[in-house]
Nanobody, 118 residues
Framework: VLLVESGGGLVQPGGSLRLSCATF????????MSWYRQAPGKERELVAS????????NYADSVKGRFTISRDNAKNTVYLQMNSLKPEDTAVYYC????????????WGQGTQVTVSS
């Protein structure tokens, strides 16, 4: 099993980034997917989640209206479109997979750094 995030980088405040998480080795369409983030000195926090079929999404209050999670089950990939980025969005972003029958996350990616700074 492998989850590979990409798309992170350095962006100015107000800018946009699109993160991707390509997955391998499990039945992607049976898993809910989430994006988490962890900033230095802070606990990891849930940013956004999407159901296994893509019909339901949830967002942290801090990113509502700015971030959009989506998935392509044909490509086994989940995305996070991030607009109107703020310095407080700076963190390592991780994708995670949870089987739709499970309460715990089964698989995690290695993370991708997002830095919002002028």
């Amino acid at each position: 099993v492998l989850l590979v995030e990409s798309g992170g980088g350095l962006v100015q405040p107000g800018g946009s980034l699109r993160l991707s998480c390509a997955t391998f080795g499990f039945t992607f369409s049976s898993y809910a997917m989430s994006w988490y983030r962890q900033a230095p000195g802070k606990e990891r926090e849930l940013v956004a989640s999407i159901g296994s079929a893509g019909g339901s999404t949830n967002y942290a209050d801090s990113v509502k209206g700015r971030f959009t999670i989506s998935r392509d089950n044909a490509k086994n990939t989940v995305y996070l479109q991030m607009n109107s980025l703020k310095p407080e969005d700076t963190a390592v972003y991780y994708c995670a997979a949870r089987h739709y029958l499970s309460r715990e996350y089964d698989y995690w990616g290695q993370g991708t750094q997002v830095t919002v700074s002028s």
